[in-house]
């Protein structure tokens, strides 16, 4: 499966950014989705997930209330809509597929950066 992450960039603290992770090469509706993201520094760290039939979501405390985590099966590809972001939220941004019933993600994507000014 090959992971195709878009959509970071440079947003002021208050603003919304939407990130998309394009799947493909795999049957993308049997994985559970993630996103993960590292700041500058910083260890990789868990943001949100979906499972596959898009019924199921968890959040990291920090995004809980800002950010959701969707996913469209048809066009293979998983979305995270950043709400009400902070210069906290600053990183390089990572979607993650994994095989339903695995503890480890199986593929990564390139990542893509979100800045978010003050």
């Known amino acids: 499966v090959q992971l195709q992450a878009s959509g970071g960039g440079l947003v002021q603290a208050g603003g919304s950014l939407r990130l998309s992770c394009a799947a493909s090469g795999g049957s993308f509706s049997s994985y559970t989705m993630g996103w993960f993201r590292q700041a500058p520094g910083k260890e990789r760290e868990f943001v949100a997930r979906i499972t596959w039939s898009g019924s199921g979501t968890v959040y990291a405390d920090s995004v809980k209330g800002r950010f959701t985590i969707s996913r469209d099966n048809a066009k293979n590809t998983v979305f995270l809509q950043m709400n009400s972001l902070k210069p906290e939220d600053t990183a390089v941004y990572y979607c993650?597929?994994?095989?339903?019933?695995?503890?480890?993600?199986?593929?990564w994507g390139q990542g893509t950066l979100v800045t978010v000014s003050s």
């Open positions: 993650a597929a994994k095989r339903i019933g695995n503890v480890d993600y199986d593929y």
